[in-house]
């Protein structure tokens, strides 16, 4: 208990971090909208999910997931339109770490797309549970 006293701020520190790793991983469990690499691979082999890329031409340039659609994000409202024919799909959408991509499930939400799922982790996850890469040019 003296330790407790004299250490308040550490343990304040301690109980702070705990209580936001909980948090932010019962956030994570409720957002339907996030997928593994796993479930990923499991909606383009049985529901024929569409995977969009969009990161830029030279990240893209450097490795993609085989077959992704690349939609840099900046051209993603001007070019929904060409997805519009994948609205009855599901939709993968993922960048390099899974950030820029929620920005992305957003748009395409507003546009109207209902079947989003945002690659969690992105590409860096997806290479990690070891899953193919291509790189080759489209």
Not at 27 to 32: L, T, Y
Not at 67 to 89: C, I, M
Request: with cysteine; proline share 4%; hydrophobic share 45%.
């Amino acid at each position: 208990m003296e330790f407790l006293q004299q250490n308040w701020y550490w343990a304040a520190l301690a109980v702070a971090s705990g209580s936001w790793l909980l948090f932010d991983f019962a956030r994570a469990q409720s957002d339907k909208s996030q997928v593994s690499p796993i479930e990923a691979t499991l909606l383009i082999n049985r529901e024929e999910a569409i995977v969009i890329d969009i990161r830029d031409q030279a990240e893209y340039a450097r490795g993609h997931i085989p077959n992704a659609r690349h939609v840099p994000q900046g051209d993603l409202e001007r070019r929904s339109a060409e997805l519009a024919k994948f609205k009855d799909r599901p939709l993968i959408v993922y960048c390099f770490t899974g950030a820029r991509s929620s920005a992305a499930v957003a748009t395409l939400r507003k546009a109207g797309f209902e079947k989003l799922f945002n690659l969690r982790g992105g590409l860096v996850e997806w290479e990690k549970a070891g899953q193919p890469v291509s790189r080759k040019r489209k």
